[in-house]
């Protein structure tokens, strides 16, 4: 399948944005649908909609098994050990969230210590924070080099026996440099502390198992992965998710309720208390379809190809500082995070949408990032499978015709 075969599929790629074709390069921060996701969607509201997991009526049957469908996909997909480990939540945030109030409650004190990475994302940085006043614990930073990668050497050194939690994403949102999960992974056990992974940017590029990462906790969005908004997923080992107490109590998260006490239905159901998304999770089924049928396709080739070009082409311009850079472009996914010396980054960003060239630009939830790069924000262009070359070569020409007009 070429990105032009691709594209047919995603209704909203033709339309045009001030009279010209819309050029979408925000794909880091919501891709967009296919017809397929789009009539998994309506079909579940039209045809199947009923409650999940309550009723013994046919419609309730077909709306859980459709959820249910969507959960041993979702399990197949990062190759987790059983479905048991898979909870759907409503997004990368709610799943960091999940996790930093039922295992935080339980297995972080006071004075304990949390290593979170400095590129993360706000929904990596502030449950964290959360917790730590909540029970007076202590986050330490491990820290980025210049070009974006994590400075592994210095993670040994903030490991200590107060050390609880690692957290760091698979892909930074800004730097769009794939992180050695594995490695860190085996120097925090080695430690005896657990890992969770925000795998929020990293699930529509890499073919993620969790168990040859061996990460204890990976989260991720169902929208950054062409699913429907408002889906979500956590997965996190069995041994976990046994231990870890309820986070939000409610109906269906139970097995028995009485005044006297209530016991807790077995995972992942403990962790999904109330109505879930039924309408929307079974778009991550045909979503994930989408992902594998792109394998070996001409457009993930031709996404390569892009990333090349979009990467040397930045990276040649005086006049761009480009963010997460590296000798081999296999380390990083196709998003490319910029500045440029004297030229606000808003105003980029308008003259390019002016011209059709939807980009992200501010500080894109990573104000610690900013900081340790001495700026306000930075203009973002992060690219699908659905895009084509012809887009790549329109946005650098548009880049260099704004920053004139600028400059
Ligand atoms: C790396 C990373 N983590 C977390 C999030 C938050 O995802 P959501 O808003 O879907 O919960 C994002 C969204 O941009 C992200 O890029």
Known sequence: MTAEELRKQFPILSREVYGKPLIYLDNAATTQRSESVIRALSDSALLHNGNTHRAVYALAGEATRAYECARVDVRD??????????????????????????????????GDEIIVAESEHHSDIIPWQLLAQRKGAKIVVMPVEESGALDLEKLESLFNRRTKLVCV?????????????????????????????????????????????????????GHKMYAATGTGVLYAKKEWLEQMPPFIGGGEMIDTVSWEGTTYAPIPFKFEAGTPNINSVPTFVPAIGLIRSLDGSEAAFGLDKIKNFVYNALSSDERIVLRGTTQNLDEKVPLFSFSVKGVHHEDLALLLDKQGVAVRSGHMCAQPLMTRYGVSGMVRASFAPYNTQEEAQAFILALDKSINMLK
């Not at 997004?91 to 295992?103: D, K, R």
């Open 169 to 221: 994403a698979h892909v930074s949102n800004v730097l769009g440099l794939i992180n050695p999960i594995k490695e860190i992974a085996s120097m925090a056990h080695s430690h005896g502390v657990p890992v969770l992974v925000d795998g929020a940017q990293a699930v529509a590029h890499l073919k993620v198992s969790v168990r040859d990462l061996d990460c204890d906790f990976y989260a991720f969005s």
């Open 77 to 110: 997909f990062i190759d987790a050990a059983s479905v048991d480990e898979i909870v759907f939540t409503s997004g990368t945030t709610a799943s960091i969230n999940l996790v930093a109030y039922s295992f935080g409650d339980k297995f972080i004190g006071s």
